[in-house]
T-cell receptor, first 111, second 118 residues
Framework: GQNIDQPTEMTATEGAIVQINCTYQ??????LFWYQQHAGEAPTFLSY????GLEEKGRFSSFLSRSKGYSYLLLKELQMKDSASYLC????????????FGRGTSLIVHP | EAGVAQSPRYKIIEKRQSVAFWCNPI?????LYWYQQILGQGPKLLIQ????????DSQLPKDRFSAERLKGVDSTLKIQPAKLEDSAVYLC????????????????FGEGSRLTVL
């Protein structure tokens, strides 16, 4: 099965940098997603990592270490609109590749 | 490109009543998922379809929940009878990747159907 752990809530200041961590234990790993979900809306795709290392996409970067079962999402130059829940999801074993989601980290950005 | 469509957006029912949710995935997407998201939690998979076949329904409470994807396009999720703990948002997602393919498997979510059971 899958066990995914991420902090429940984080706060940060507009313009700052924040790192949201995700640790996982899984019986079969085939990639890790980060999704953003604003209150009352659907999750939207941010990033996908399957190999170790850092993937950068504009203000957002995602890092993966498969040996440590660890990932983080880095948000730079925070804006108020970045206030949302950030969901870490691990893609499961071959045959289904079903993504299993963590409970999400609620990020609050204040002025 | 049209996104994943779901209806109804909101539904309020009393316990022991029944409810059905409908999902129309992005055209051409082979794989369709139903997730349940309880307030303050991450989405929990209920069922995964590839075309019109079930890939995984191990977490679907089959005594009260049922789902189908006739013709491999639209899907319906039904709850009968509903319980208080079924209050949640039901998210439908589709993916262009087939269940057995690696790829990125990015999921495209609909806006969800919010169910309140009184």
């Amino acid at each position: 099965g899958q066990n995914i752990d991420q902090p429940t809530e984080m706060t940060a200041t507009e313009g700052a940098i924040v790192q949201i961590n995700c640790t996982y234990q899984t019986s079969g790993f085939n990639g890790l997603f980060w999704y953003q979900q604003h209150a009352g809306e659907a999750p939207t795709f941010l990033s996908y990592n399957v190999l170790d290392g850092l993937e950068e996409k504009g203000r957002f970067s995602s890092f993966l270490s498969r040996s440590k079962g660890y990932s983080y999402l880095l948000l730079k130059e925070l804006q108020m609109k970045d206030s949302a829940s950030y969901l870490c999801a691990v893609r499961g074993p071959r045959g289904s590749y079903i993504p299993t989601f963590g409970r999400g980290t609620s990020l609050i950005v204040h002025p | 490109e049209a996104g994943v469509a779901q209806s109804p957006r909101y539904k309020i029912i009393e316990k022991r009543q029944s409810v059905a949710f409908w999902c129309n995935p992005i055209s051409g997407h082979a794989t369709l998922y139903w997730y349940q998201q309880i307030l303050g939690q991450g989405p929990k998979l209920l069922i995964q379809f590839q075309n019109n076949g079930v890939v995984d329904d191990s977490q679907l409470p089959k005594d009260r929940f049922s789902a189908e994807r006739l013709k491999g396009v639209d899907s319906t999720l039904k709850i009968q009878p509903a319980k208080l703990e079924d209050s949640a948002v039901y998210l439908c997602a589709s993916s262009p990747s087939k269940a057995g393919e690696s790829g990125t498997g990015e999921l495209f979510f609909g806006e969800g159907s919010r169910l309140t059971v009184l």
